[in-house]
């Protein structure tokens, strides 16, 4: 018998076995906390920091001051200094409240902008950029992204701007439109989005990389505490 008592002898009460560790092993995995604070937060971490450095690689980078070299009444007309590579247009204008959030009024039907060198030529090829990437309002003030261009060399360039209903780019009479001054729709030439070594693909990397070890370093101290549990 005692023999028998002995042979009997529980693994648990003899140390042998973890029964909290059993327990959490025979859950299903969704109620694991050693889960949600390992491959969940970690596949978690991966996709957010994915979805960041797709929006930096189409963004271009950290948007940079948006009218940095100037603004330009629609209509209107300025010569404007201009620095080699990629420069920004954006289309600026009064912005409203509704609620708790503002909103920047509609461009003007027919909207137009042209950049030519100051000392004649060809105008420079403008492409799309999507005004859905990035808006800003600040007070009565907004502007979004419009078109960009890559500028061939530093110099001076004529920047027009133009409406349905206004004088025609190339008009002399765009050039009697008064400066810009706050007030209404305009296009402000501004610097090009900010990106760590002058590369999209690096900086859509890094950033996508610095937003991944800020999850995972999020995660740690509940991981300590799974464990110490």
Known sequence: ????????????TAGLVDDEGGAERTKPFYQRSSFWTGPFLWGSGLVVAVVI????????????????????????QQVVELPEGDVRLNFENDAFRSGDTSHLEDQPPGLAVQVTPDGGGEPLEL?????????STVDDRGHEPHRKLDVPAEGEYLVQATAEGNPKLGSPALAQAPAADDGGPEIAV?????????SKLAGAILAGLAVFIVVIAFSLPFRLIGRGS
């Open 1 to 12: 018998m005692e023999g028998g008592e002995k042979g009997s002898l529980d693994p648990q």
């Open 53 to 76: 450095g797709i929006g930096w690689y189409i963004l271009g980078g950290f948007p940079g001051d948006h009218d940095e070299y100037a603004t330009v009444n629609v209509p209107g």
């Open 127 to 135: 492409e799309d950029v999507p005004s859905w990437l990035f808006s």
């Open 190 to 198: 501004g610097a090009a989005p900010w990106t760590p070594l002058d």
